[in-house]
């Protein structure tokens, strides 16, 4: 039996890491703060929600993912705490 009903999904929010890759060792995110410059491991690339299409497809891009304080963030999360310009280098 075929049913023509619509499918309801609820969009993923803005910020959003929908998938998480392999990095290769030893990429590191540098961050210059109110303490100064950090450096920081990158454990993944994510992939982040950054917008939706008219259709409400989730739009991405590919960040990196490092453990700041003990707990995973975007660049993007790193980004909007500590200003536009706080990542200074992903190497």
């Known amino acids: 039996m075929t ?3 619509k499918e309801s999904t609820m969009p993923f929010a803005i910020g959003a890491v929908v998938a998480i890759g392999q990095v290769e ?3 590191t995110a540098f961050t210059q703060g109110e303490d100064g410059p950090a450096a920081y491991p990158v454990i993944g690339w994510a992939s982040v929600v950054t917008g939706h299409t008219k259709q409400g497809h989730a ?3 590919v960040q990196p993912l490092f453990l700041f304080d003990g707990t995973p963030t975007t660049a993007d999360q790193y980004r909007a705490e500590h200003g536009p310009d706080s990542i200074t280098d992903i190497r």
Request: aromatic share 0%; proline share 0%.
């Open 25 to 27: 060792a030893g990429i």
């Open 3 to 5: 049913t023509n009903r």
């Open 59 to 61: 739009q991405t891009q």
